[in-house]
């Protein structure tokens, strides 16, 4: 039988790929004034990935390039729709950001700076 570690390093890559891509998205659209710039490099990061994936020679740097590179460009469209769950109340605003401050301050604003993840579930 021979030893074969690509499956392993498929799933090694999508879990740090979404994890890292997770964190991310939430760190950077809360600090960032302006959120176009970080959508392209998450774009052009992505589609970089996507050309290594094509042109690299080993099987296992394919694999890799190729999950880590989809899971840049759906990150892109993260950032967008944690926008839209910012101004939705759904996820915490920073007040210290110029642009949540303007949802914040937005009449019939549902955002708020409450993490509702921060919760304690038990009522006592």
Known sequence: MVFNP?????ALAAFLGIWFGH?????????VPVLWPA????V???????????????????????ILGITFLWDAV???RQER?????????????PRHARFLAEE?????TIDWLEQD????
């Open 6 to 10: 690509l499956g392993l390093l498929a």
């Open 23 to 31: 964190v991310t998205v939430r760190k950077v659209e809360a600090r």
């Open 39 to 42: 959508v392209v490099f998450f």
């Open 44 to 66: 052009l990061t992505g589609l970089l990935m996507e050309w290594l994936s094509l042109i690299l020679p080993m099987l296992a740097l394919k694999t890799i390039t190729g």
């Open 78 to 80: 993260e950032l967008l």
């Open 85 to 97: 769950r910012v101004r939705k109340g759904h996820a915490p605003a920073n007040p210290h950001n």
């Open 108 to 112: 019939n604003s549902r955002a708020t």
């Open 121 to 124: 579930p038990s009522p006592y």
